[in-house]
């Protein structure tokens, strides 16, 4: 078979070449078969303990962990190991920390972005810090936290640790060479604002303005320091964030306006007038506020008139817009902080019997829709980007020619359309409607068309608000057409193709 072929071919090519003979023939090479399949039945049996010291050494039990493992070591008594590894916390941000001795302090920056969706105050989640040892994760003493400006992760911050002394820099559970540092919650996760960077030796600078000198301007992040003098360790400083605006010298008018409502509502919050008087006073960084006596959103049916809520205080709180571009889109909110600090204030004014929530406004959105015709037909696409940018600077609640920011809103049919009609690149407007969408701040929404088949001359002529709390802001986009005829159109309901995904196109929620 195959050990005889090879002396077999040998041979007889041996002969050939001694009898100078032609090659011919040659001896086949023997078959071999293919394999198609094998099976094995195989079967093993062991037995690991963990509670004492006889496994064998080749016998080992490991837990996995997301960036490592731990080893299951003979267990203490009373101390049980889970099937599989457990956390305290569902979430989790894992520090590692390149540098800094056990027992020194560490300074962390950690810049969240304060953008929050949470509509109203609420007790934040309860964080909690951990540390790594070689005998795992352990709690962070309440001794070793120094200083905790974010309030529990809930703004940006500054927080002062003390290294434990048993810090484990090589175990296996996290990647080695590193001291590792844990920061776990479990309640309300996505109340918590999102982590964009985390810096450490972070200090915070505060300016003193002198008497008389003129209020400097905010520094923006990334600008430029330098040390007045030689400091051994630093080899730069850099900015991170952009400064925080201060408060210039009162002026006497300001003086007087204080004074007079301080004699009227006696540091004591007992009417609407007094709460809103009170927070705008206090808190520079809120640009509007309302009160809303015995109104409760929880208990509110937009469907029907709110039931009176005794005891009950609904305070809607409205930060400023700021300048720059893309103003008219803006939707600004206070954090979680602020929204607390607002409600502890206010609380500590009020009678002990009130039930008081503080809380950023709803913002219901309206899109104009139309066709037009410009004067000058050929340069329409131009014309149809001005004239969006023009409604939705009418429509802003933040541009002063405009429909202000005010609660109990209503905009009107003639007044949008009339807004149009005026501007000196326009020549006529037809097809006029508007679509109104509404959130009620858990996510659930409604749009409404101001043309509906069955709606009466009234309803399809104005928008008004459908939560008391909200402001009304424009949509980014609005659905205008140009077009070169001059003939009327009448309008119809909004159809399913002219609704945008993520914006206007919204399924169980229109009236």
């Known amino acids: 078979g195959h050990a005889e072929y090879p002396l077999l071919l040998a041979t007889a090519l041996s002969e050939r070449v001694r009898a100078k003979k032609p090659l011919g023939r040659v001896p086949n090479p023997p078959y071999t078969p293919l394999l198609a399949s094998v099976s094995v039945d195989y079967a093993a049996r062991t037995r690991i303990c963990v509670d004492d010291g006889r496994t064998q050494p080749r016998q080992q039990l490991f837990h996995l962990h997301p960036f490592g493992h731990a080893e299951l070591r003979p267990i203490r008594a009373g101390n049980p190991y889970a099937l599989l590894p457990r956390y305290d916390t569902d ?40 540390y790594l040892n070689a005998q795992g994760w352990q709690r962070l003493p309440a001794m070793n936290i120094v200083l905790d400006t974010s309030n529990g992760f809930i703004c940006s911050g500054v927080v002062t640790l003390i290294l434990p002394e048993d810090l484990d820099r090589q175990s296996s559970m996290m990647p080695a060479g590193r001291a590792w540092l844990r920061v776990g919650a479990n309640e309300r996760l996505d109340a918590l604002p999102r982590l964009r960077s985390v810096h450490a030796n972070v200090i915070r600078a505060r300016r003193r303005v002198d008497a008389g000198a003129q209020f400097p301007e905010e520094l923006p992040p990334d600008s430029r320091w330098r040390t007045a003098g030689s400091v051994p360790g630093i080899a730069a400083l850099v900015q991170l964030r952009g400064s925080q605006r201060g408060a210039p010298q009162e002026s006497r008018r300001g003086f007087l306006t204080r004074i007079s409502e301080r004699l009227n509502h006696k540091a004591r919050a007992v009417n609407a007038w007094d709460y809103e008087r009170l927070v705008l006073e206090r808190f520079p960084e809120v640009f509007k506020v309302k ?20 005891g009950r205080v609904l305070v809607v709180v409205v930060p400023a817009a700021g300048e720059g571009e893309n103003l008219a889109y803006r939707r600004p909110m206070l954090d979680v902080q602020q929204l607390q600090r607002i409600r502890d204030y206010i609380r500590q004014l009020a009678a002990s019997f009130v039930s008081i929530e503080v809380r950023n406004p709803l913002y219901e959105r309206v899109q104009v ?28 609640p933040w541009i002063p020619f405009g429909y202000q920011a005010r609660f109990g809103w209503m905009i009107s049919r003639e007044a949008v359309e009339g807004f149009i009609r005026s501007r000196d690149y326009v020549e006529q407007v037809t097809d006029f409607s508007m679509l109104h969408i509404a959130e009620d701040g858990a996510d659930r929404y409604t749009l409404a068309d101001t043309v509906s088949r069955g709606s009466s001359t009234a309803q399809s002529h104005r928008i008004r608000w459908r939560y008391p709390w909200s402001l009304a802001v424009p949509m980014e986009r609005h659905f205008i057409e140009a077009m070169r005829g001059v003939e009327p159109i009448e309008p119809e309901p909004a159809g399913i193709g002219e609704l945008d995904i993520g914006g206007t196109f919204i399924i169980g929620g229109t009236h």
């Open 91 to 130: 979430g989790n941000l894992f520090i590692g920390i390149n540098g800094g001795a056990s027992g020194e302090a560490l300074t962390l920056l950690f810049d969240l972005n304060e953008e929050t969706n949470q509509q109203s105050a609420f007790e934040s989640p309860s964080v909690t810090w951990y």
């Open 291 to 310: 009160c809303f006596e015995g109104l409760v959103p929880a208990e509110f049916d937009p469907e029907a008139e709110a039931q009176p809520r005794p």
């Open 369 to 396: 829709r139309c066709k037009a015709k410009f004067l000058d037909d050929t340069n329409a696409g131009f014309y149809v980007r001005k004239l969006n940018r023009d409604v939705s600077d009418f429509l802003c």
